[in-house]
């Protein structure tokens, strides 16, 4: 039977749902690897140390290439961190290249930083996908990711009516979409039972056709 995918959680993941778990912090990556599953790695914004996060970086590095490491991130920007958007930018700029070095998708957080990150997607010209997680923005936002060719991810603001990640999903190319849990409660399949609802499609095909899109962005076999 094909699983449902998630493709950025917190949590492990349910029976039935093939999810990418997210290291958050550097420092537990050796030891979240030695575990079953699926991962991404990365330097999250709130978890940036200033005076050592390139030796976070390097430390990561040695992990990009591990098996079970399918994505880099979730790394970006956040308006309500205290850090400086330039130190951010750094950062960002560094996982983006070890998304480069590994050919892996980089899973993405942005606040209040959506311009940016698409600045910076025309700016660095990366190979790798790029993949906004999260995205509950206005659709006027998410046209210019998508014209820049990120893909968004849609968590539990879905089943919330009226919600703006409810109006982009039902408008946005279907081969750019993902799913996933993020660290919210919802089960994975309600919602995708509500995407299937949005997009007015069968939810067992589009488990399918998100199946077959993680599989050929994410290298899974």
Not at 27 to 53: F, K, M
Request: aromatic share 6%; charged share 20%.
């Amino acid at each position: 039977m094909i699983p449902y995918t998630d493709i950025h959680s917190h949590h492990p993941p349910s029976p039935g749902v093939l999810a990418i778990r997210n290291l958050l912090n550097p420092d537990t990556v050796e030891a979240g690897l030695a575990e079953e599953g699926l991962y991404s790695i990365g330097i999250h914004p709130w978890h940036i140390h200033p005076d050592h996060w390139k030796e976070d970086a390097a430390h990561l590095r040695a992990f990009i290439h591990h098996p079970k490491v399918l994505a880099i991130g979730e790394a970006g920007l956040d308006r309500l961190t205290d850090l400086p958007l330039s130190l951010q930018e750094e950062v960002f700029s560094a996982m983006v290249q070890l998304s480069e070095e590994a050919k892996k998708p980089l899973i993405i957080h942005a606040v209040r930083t959506h311009h940016e990150i698409a600045m910076l997607h025309r700016a660095l010209q990366p190979t790798q996908r790029w993949i906004v997680h999260g995205f509950n923005v206005r659709m006027s936002i998410a046209q210019g990711l998508l014209q820049h060719g990120l893909c968004l991810s849609f968590g539990e603001a879905l089943l919330k009516q009226g919600s703006p990640a409810s109006e982009v999903l039902q408008q946005m190319p279907l081969e750019q979409l993902f799913i996933e849990s993020d660290d919210k409660t919802a089960d994975v399949p309600s919602l995708y039972r509500r995407a299937a609802q949005l997009r007015d499609m069968d939810p067992e095909v589009l488990k399918e056709d998100m199946y077959k899109r993680f599989c050929s962005m994410f290298g899974y076999a």
